[in-house]
């Protein structure tokens, strides 16, 4: 009983509640906590930043819609409530009714009329689950002694939800390594399509804002490549070579050289990139504002998002910023990062590079349990 950190545990167990919180017993929940306030400060904000704006014809004019803002609210009574002193909802009181700590989500919507912006609003999106000593808890700054008159444990930590009356936990999650291209082999990518290998080069993409999703770059067993990218749950496929023409003004000489830059021996490898960028002139597309019009033609009609009015080059801007290499925003860098996912790629399916495998501890990280994840647009797996 020398130890002062268990002196103070013994202590506050009956009598006088303590000054202070244990900061032994406070670490338990702070990961959680830290995390939950990343996403009420930061990651939000980040978010709503990052949201498409919804713009449709009407009466032949031009209508935009986009958020500006967000508000999560503390826990308290319906606006409107009478015979109550105290607004507020506390823990204790929810899990005696089995009710949900809560607050309120409003977003600012702006509004635009042919590019005049009109006067903005405020919408209700309901509500959502507040954790326990987070920055929107009322619990966040009482005193041990507070703590105990609220109907709480004088050393509450927080770090969870009371959802239903029922105190409930997010795990935290195993998830793929982040922004690393891992080479994997599954016999079900045979399915995709037609000479689809099991070989492919796997690449979980994460913005600053949490918001994720995968590509995949598939080795087709007649030497050529093709892109995965998803689109609200559904998995499209381009081929490489089409990818990189449109995302930079380069000649197919900067093109065939950067591939091969470091593979020059590799006479598989040297002739499956000639061939790759023979098909796309054998489909009379020769110009990168061709194969950006081409691109644009093809999938615009999957990617309602984009206007009408929007021209088939912008509907390929679209697809390369929201669905290739999100995690970048210089379409230079996501072009040098296919590069460097090609020559791997083809150097896993000649055995010159080991299966690296989405189950290895070394290609996963630890997924913290916020509500990130129920409230960003998070695509589909692979």
Not at 105 to 125: A, E, G
Not at 279 to 288: D, K, P, S
């Amino acid at each position: 009983m020398n130890n002062p950190t268990l002196k103070n545990l013994t202590d506050s167990n009956f009598g006088v509640p303590p000054s202070k919180q244990n900061e032994v017993l406070q670490i338990l929940g702070e990961p959680h906590v830290k995390s939950f306030n990343y996403m009420l400060e930061e990651g939000l904000a980040a978010a709503v930043e990052d949201l498409n704006p919804v713009e449709f014809m009407l009466n032949e004019r031009k209508v935009k819609l986009m958020i500006s803002n967000y508000t999560i609210a503390n826990p308290c009574l319906p606006f409107g409530t009478i015979c109550v002193k105290d607004t507020n909802i506390y823990p204790s009181e929810c899990r005696q009714r089995a009710a949900t700590y809560k607050g309120k989500l409003f977003v600012d919507v702006d509004w635009y009329i042919d590019d005049v912006q009109q006067h903005s609003f405020q919408k209700d999106l309901g509500d959502i689950p507040i954790m326990l000593k987070s920055n929107r808890c009322h619990l966040s700054k009482l005193s041990p002694k507070e703590l105990v008159l609220r109907g709480e444990h004088e050393q509450e930590w927080g770090g969870y939800f009371v959802i239903k009356g029922h105190e409930k936990l997010i795990r935290m999650l195993l998830m793929t390594r982040r922004n690393y291209p891992v080479a994997i082999k599954r016999n079900t990518w045979k399915q995709r399509g037609a000479l689809f290998s099991e070989y492919g080069v796997s690449i979980r993409c994460v913005k600053e804002d949490q918001t994720a999703t995968n590509n995949v770059l598939h080795y087709v067993t007649d030497g050529s490549a093709k892109l995965m990218f998803s689109y609200q749950k559904v998995l499209y496929y381009a081929p490489l070579s089409l990818i990189l023409k449109c995302l930079c003004n380069y000649s197919d000489r900067h093109i065939y050289q950067r591939l091969i830059q470091g593979c020059e021996d590799d006479l598989y490898y040297v002739d499956c990139v000639q061939r790759m960028l023979r098909e796309l002139h054998v489909e009379n597309l020769h110009r990168t504002e061709e194969c950006r019009t081409y691109l644009g033609r093809m999938f615009r009609v999957k990617f309602n998002e984009c206007p009408a009015w929007s021209s088939d080059a912008e509907v390929t801007d679209f697809i390369l910023r929201k669905c290739v290499l999100i995690h970048l925003d210089s379409f230079e860098d996501k072009f040098s990062a296919l590069v460097f996912m090609t020559q791997k790629l083809f150097a896993f399916a000649q055995d010159k590079c080991k299966v690296e495998g989405a189950d290895s501890v070394m290609m996963q990280e630890v997924l913290l349990g916020k509500l990130v994840r129920m409230l960003y647009k998070i695509e589909n797996t692979d």
